[in-house]
């Protein structure tokens, strides 16, 4: 049984569709127009109580400190936005990264890697591992790290722990994954199973964000879709995502595969859920209940 506070949630979500589709969904949308339509997702999210916000700069990539005030005084939580890779900015995330962060009990950082078709693969990458070695630079312990992310954001934390294992660096603690997008070759059962259950995506509009986000790689790469990567050698790893959306088996084989490659890894499907269903925090109880759960994990990997 649902909650009262989930229908007004789907209302909102179902004008954020509108609002994609607006862009030039199913016609091929520009950057821009896509950037215009993402800033409607800031208004499912609930001001988060207790957190402090002061911009920042960790490993010469510009973002946005996020700092609960009962925040660990060791511990950081690096969070890389979704957005397909187009849009997305720690503005949009700021609210429900305060959720998470205040769930977890450490601060979090959310950087503004750069983002396509200006900055195309392997760019958000790069960023994001500058800021992994950046947190480390600055004394953090990585047994004292966490990675999230959600939707490509959590496609890209994926990428981001394998290029550090691939380069022989240390890797976060544990990974927090939401959504996460992580086959760019579309090849999911679910992307065409769940197209009209998911109120907050389309399939032209992820499309053109992996067209834009591949330039000239191949959307079967390791760290462009690490659904293809050898995924031995990870952190555990803690997945949340929706029953009704479209990269539902993004997630489920994702989980699969890392279990495959002896990684710890869980996964919780929440039936009737959308796409990033956790921006509801602070608005609707599931979302609430999600990001508990989620802290519940990131304080046990901390101890």
Request: hydrophobic residues 40%.
């Amino acid at each position: 049984m649902v909650s009262p506070q989930l229908e007004e949630y789907r209302a909102k979500a179902r004008k954020y569709r509108e609002k994609l589709r607006a862009a030039g969904d199913p016609v091929p949308a520009t950057a821009e127009d896509f950037r215009k339509a993402d800033q409607f997702m800031d208004l499912l999210t609930g001001e988060p109580h207790g957190v402090d916000y002061a911009e920042g700069e960790v490993g010469g990539v510009a973002g946005l400190w996020v700092t609960p005030h009962q925040a660990a005084p060791s511990g950081a939580l690096l969070y890389l936005h979704g957005g397909g890779y187009v849009m997305g900015s720690s503005s949009t995330h700021r609210k429900m990264v305060g959720h998470l962060a205040t769930a977890a009990g450490v601060r979090a950082f959310i950087p503004d890697y750069r983002l396509a078709p200006e900055h195309p693969y392997p760019a958000a990458v790069e960023d994001g591992v500058a800021v992994f070695r950046g947190l480390l630079a600055e004394g953090n312990r990585p047994e004292r790290i966490l990675m999230g992310g959600d939707s490509a954001g959590g496609g890209l934390a994926l990428a981001v722990t394998l290029a550090l294992r691939n380069d022989g660096r240390p890797t976060p603690r544990a990974l927090l994954l939401l959504s996460p997008w992580t086959d760019l070759a579309f090849t999911g059962p679910s992307l065409q199973g769940n197209a009209e259950s998911d109120l907050t995506m389309t399939l032209a509009a992820a499309r053109k964000m992996a067209e834009y986000y591949c330039g000239r790689s191949k959307p079967r790469a390791p760290l462009v879709s690490p659904l293809y990567a050898d995924l031995r050698g990870l952190p555990p790893t803690y997945i949340q995502v929706g029953g009704d959306e479209m990269l539902l088996d993004d997630a489920v084989r994702i989980d699969e595969r890392l279990r495959a490659a002896r990684v710890d890894s869980r996964i919780d499907i929440a039936p009737g859920m959308q796409h990033v269903f956790q921006f509801g925090a602070g608005t609707i109880p599931e979302a609430d209940e999600a990001v508990e759960r989620l802290g519940s994990f990131a304080r046990q990997q901390l101890g």
